[in-house]
């Protein structure tokens, strides 16, 4: 079974900028992968399936806010 959840505001966004986020359980283990919506740059973890979803978003959320300020300005918003 996989759950999305609605896009949602982060923290290091720029206001209107959203972030969609992905779960897929894999046994003991979650998939959780986000996508930010302006420049479509996407990465995943994979955590315990123990831990709650919202620790699992805050570090996706991490990941992909790194992967941003990785680009180059030209790409970024």
């Known amino acids: 079974m996989v759950r999305r959840r ?3 505001s982060a923290p290091g966004l ?4 959203r972030m969609y986020f992905e ?3 894999l046994g003991a283990y979650v998939k959780v992968s986000a996508v930010d919506e302006a420049t479509g740059t996407e990465v995943s973890i994979v955590g315990d399936a123990r ?3 919202a620790d699992l ?3 996706a959320r ?3 806010e790194k ?3 990785d680009l180059p300005p030209k790409k970024r918003r």
Not at 14 to 17: A, L, S
């Open 23 to 25: 779960y897929i359980p």
């Open 14 to 17: 720029k206001p209107g900028e």
């Open 57 to 59: 978003q805050r570090i």
């Open 51 to 53: 831990v709650t979803q």
């Open 62 to 64: 991490r990941k992909l």
């Open 6 to 8: 609605p896009p949602s």
């Open 67 to 69: 992967a941003l300020g």
